[in-house]
C-alpha cells in the first residue's frame, strides 16, 4: 500500500524510467534514421537500376531469378556492413546503455538489415515485373523460391556482421574468412597440399575433400533453389540445414559481442 | 551509501591495471589524471561498455550491466546524427527508455531546461557549434534522469566563456539528487564542482582528495593593473612574502592568497586600474603534474618560472 502511495505521488517528471525498451523500439528507430539519412536510396536505387537496366531485355526467367539473387546477396553485403559501421558509432552507445541489453542491440541492427535487404528484393521484383516485358515469372515459381531467397538473406547478413569489427576481433574473422575460403578453394588447395606432402597423404586429403563437399553443397544449392525452385524433400533439407547455421552463427555472434569492448574512443 | 564500487579493476588494453574506489551516492567525484592515464577507460567501464570488466563494477547492490538504463554518459567524442533537430534527437532518445508520451515530454522539458539549450529545439544538428552540440550531448545523456551521470572532459575545446556557461550547468546538476562523475586532466577550474578527487596515475588511484583538501589547494593569483604607485607597491608587498610585484603585474602565491582583498583595498585607494585578475596555475593541473614521472612532464610541460616571466619583481617600480 505504502508502495502504491508513493508510486501515485510520483510526478511523471520523477519517475524512473528504468523499464528496458523493446528490441523493436531500436528496430524502428535504426530503420527511420536510415531513410532520414537518405541511405536507403542507394539500396532503392540499385534496385530500380537493375531492374531497368539488367532485366528489363532478359528473355529467360530463370536468368531474371538468378539476377534477382545475386542482387540481393550484394545488398544484404553491403547493407549489413553499413549498419555495422553505424551500429560502432560512439553515439550508439548511448542507446546501447538505454536498452540495456547487448543481445537486443545487435538483433535489432540484424533484423534492420534484413528488413532493408527483404525491401530492395521486393523493389527489384515489382520494377521488373513492370518493366520486364519478355520473362515473367509465375507466382508458383515466384512463391517457390521465396523461402530460400528469405534464408538466403539472412544466412548471408548475418555472415556479413560476423565478418565486421563490431562484432568480432582480427582473430575471429580471419578465423571465419578460413572457414569459408578454405573449402571454396580447396580444389586448388588439395591439390597442392598433396604435391608438397606426397602421395602417402591422399587418403586424408581426399575425406577433407569429401567434408568441404558435404558442408559446402548445401551453401550452394541454396542459391541454386532460389533460382530453379522445386518443392521438394531437397529443398526442405537444404533450408533446414541453413536454419541450423544461422541459429548456430547468430548465437556466436551474440556470444562475441557480449564480450566485446564497446569504448567510446 | 555508495553509488558506484570498483574493486581491483584491470581493463585490458587500456593504462588501468588495479583501480579500487567507492564513490558515494549524489556526490560528484573527479577523476584527474594525464593524457592517457585511462579516465575515459574507466568512464566506459563504469558506464558498463567493457565486455567483462564492466560485471565487476556494482551500482549500488547490483552489477551495473543490469542498470545501465539508469546512467547518462556525455563525452566530446560523441558525435551525434546531423540530420535530426535537437528535438528529434532528444525524442527519439528518450523512446528507447519506454516512456510514455507525457512523462517523456516531461523529460524533454526538464533535460533542455537543464542544459539551457530551448532556443535551439528545432536547429538541426549540423547547424550546431560545438559547445551547442556538448551541450545537446549532455541533454541527452540526461534525458532517462540518469541516477549515475558520467562526464568525460565537458569542457575541452570550448572556449573561456563557454566553459563557465558548462560548468555552471553542471553546478546546477549537483543539486539534483544524481552521482556525478567527471573525468578530466585539469586544465580547467573545475576543482569546485568535486565532493571529492581522485587522482589516477600508473593504472591506479594514486590519492584521493575531499571537499576540505579540495578547498585548501594551493593556488596562485595574477592581477594585472595599470603603473602601480611606489607607496601601494611597498604597502603590497609588506603584507605578506607570498606576494611578488613589478610595475604593472601582482602575483600571490601561498598564504599571499589570503591577502587578494586587502591588496584590492590599496589599489583602490591609490586609484589603480585593474584590468584582470586570473588564476596564475590551475590547482588540478598541478596535482595531474605531481602525479606524472619527470621525465613525461617535462616532455609535455618544459620547465618554467613564474617570477622569471616578470622580472626581477620584487624590485620597486621606478617613478616616471
Known amino acids: 500500500m505504502q508502495r502504491l502511495r508513493a508510486l501515485m505521488a510520483a510526478t511523471p517528471s520523477d519517475a524512473p524510467p528504468t523499464i528496458p525498451t523493446s528490441m523493436w523500439r531500436l528496430v524502428q528507430r535504426i530503420l527511420t534514421e536510415y531513410m532520414q539519412s537518405q541511405r536507403i536510396f542507394i539500396e532503392w536505387g540499385s534496385a530500380i537500376a537493375v531492374a531497368t537496366i539488367l532485366i528489363r531485355n532478359t528473355a529467360n526467367t530463370h536468368t531474371m531469378m538468378a539476377t534477382w539473387s545475386l542482387y540481393t546477396i550484394l545488398v544484404a553485403l553491403y547493407t549489413t556492413s553499413v549498419l555495422a559501421d553505424v551500429a560502432e558509432q560512439p553515439f550508439q552507445m548511448q542507446r546501447l546503455l538505454a536498452i540495456q541489453s547487448r543481445r537486443a542491440y545487435i538483433s535489432a541492427y540484424l533484423i534492420a538489415a534484413n528488413i532493408i535487404v527483404i525491401s530492395s528484393y521486393i523493389i527489384v521484383v515489382i520494377v521488373s515485373f513492370l518493366t520486364a516485358p519478355l520473362a515473367r515469372p509465375t507466382l508458383e515459381l515466384f512463391a517457390a523460391s521465396l523461402p530460400s531467397i528469405l534464408v538466403l538473406i539472412s544466412v548471408v547478413t548475418t555472415l556479413m556482421l560476423m565478418l565486421t569489427p563490431l562484432v568480432a576481433n582480427t582473430q575471429q574473422r580471419i578465423g571465419v574468412l578460413l572457414l569459408i575460403t578454405i573449402p571454396l578453394s580447396w580444389n586448388i588447395i588439395g591439390p597442392a597440399i598433396q604435391r608438397f606432402v606426397g602421395t602417402e597423404y591422399t587418403s586424408y586429403i581426399a575425406t577433407f575433400t569429401t567434408i568441404w563437399g558435404v558442408l559446402l553443397w548445401p551453401s550452394l544449392h541454396l542459391y541454386t533453389i532460389t533460382i530453379t525452385p522445386q518443392i521438394d524433400r531437397m529443398m526442405l533439407v537444404v533450408i533446414v540445414f541453413h536454419l541450423i547455421l544461422l541459429a548456430v552463427m547468430i548465437r556466436q555472434i551474440i556470444h562475441w559481442f557480449n564480450k566485446k569492448s564497446l569504448a567510446i574512443a | ?320
Not at chain 2, 113 to 134: G, N, T
Not at chain 2, 173 to 185: G, H, K, Q, W, Y
Not at chain 2, 216 to 240: C, G, H, K, S, V
Open chain 2, 1 to 320: 551509501m555508495n553509488a558506484i564500487a570498483v574493486t581491483q579493476l584491470a581493463v585490458p588494453f587500456s593504462p588501468i591495471r588495479d583501480v579500487s574506489l567507492r564513490i558515494p551516492a549524489h556526490s560528484c567525484y573527479g577523476i584527474i589524471g594525464a593524457s592517457g592515464s585511462g579516465k575515459s577507460a574507466l568512464l566506459n567501464t563504469i558506464a558498463g561498455l567493457h565486455g567483462t570488466q564492466s560485471s565487476l563494477i556494482r551500482m549500488g547492490a547490483q552489477s551495473v550491466h543490469a542498470a545501465t538504463a539508469l546512467i547518462g554518459i556525455m563525452s566530446p567524442r560523441i558525435q551525434p546524427p546531423t540530420y535530426l533537430t535537437v528535438q528529434q534527437l532528444l525524442h527519439t532518445h528518450a523512446a528507447l527508455y519506454g516512456l510514455s508520451s507525457t512523462t517523456l515530454s516531461a523529460h524533454y522539458e526538464r533535460a533542455v531546461r537543464w542544459c539551457a539549450i530551448e532556443q535551439l529545439a528545432h536547429k538541426y544538428i549540423r547547424q550546431l557549434s560545438l559547445f551547442d552540440v556538448r551541450r545537446v550531448m549532455l541533454a541527452c545523456a540526461l534525458i532517462n534522469r540518469p541516477e549515475l551521470l558520467l562526464i568525460d572532459e565537458p569542457t575541452v575545446g570550448l572556449y573561456a566563456h563557454e566553459q563557465h556557461v558548462m560548468i555552471d550547468i553542471i553546478e546546477n546538476l549537483r543539486d539534483r539528487e544524481m552521482t556525478i562523475v567527471i573525468a578530466t586532466r585539469g586544465d580547467v577550474p573545475l576543482e569546485s564542482l568535486f565532493d571529492t578527487i581522485g587522482v589516477l596515475a600508473d593504472g591506479r588511484i594514486i590519492s584521493e582528495l575531499d571537499a576540505q583538501q579540495i578547498r585548501t589547494l594551493p593556488r596562485t593569483i595574477m592581477i594585472r593593473t595599470n603603473d602601480i604607485p611606489t607607496a601601494a607597491f611597498e604597502n603590497i608587498i609588506a603584507l605578506d612574502h607570498g606576494i611578488v610585484a613589478t610595475r604593472r603585474t601582482i602575483v600571490l602565491n601561498g598564504s599571499g592568497v589570503q591577502s587578494l582583498a586587502q591588496i584590492l583595498q590599496i589599489l583602490l585607494h591609490y586609484n589603480v586600474h585593474i584590468f584582470r585578475i586570473e588564476p596564475r596555475n590551475h590547482p588540478l593541473n598541478d596535482l595531474v603534474k605531481q602525479s606524472m614521472t619527470p621525465q613525461i612532464l617535462a616532455q609535455i610541460y618544459p620547465p618554467r618560472n613564474i617570477t622569471s616571466e616578470i622580472g626581477d619583481g620584487i624590485m620597486p617600480p621606478t617613478e616616471k
